[in-house]
């Protein structure tokens, strides 16, 4: 003869992960989130088109002002001044 129990329990995910002996893996989630966060302003960061200029012209002395000179003329032709 078998005999079958059913167990209902109320309880929240913290509690079930306790009650199975589980770890709460909370606070290392809530740090590898920051990090990710850090990670994407420091890209954003580098991709800033002060960066890419910087990057781009920086080798040359003075070129990132020969590229303003030239966009600055570029404009003035195009608007006929």
Do not use: H, N
Request: proline share 5%; net charge negative; glycine share 6%.
């Amino acid at each position: 003869m078998k005999t079958k129990i059913t167990v209902d329990l109320e309880c929240t995910p913290g509690e079930a992960r306790q009650l199975a002996g589980l770890p709460d893996l909370q606070p290392m989630y809530d740090q590898l989130i920051v990090e990710i966060e850090q990670r994407f302003r420091d890209a954003i960061d580098k991709l800033s088109l002060e960066a890419v200029l910087q990057q781009w012209f920086g080798v040359l002395p003075g070129a990132l002002e020969q590229v303003r000179l030239a966009v600055e003329k570029l404009m003035k032709e195009r608007t006929g001044e």
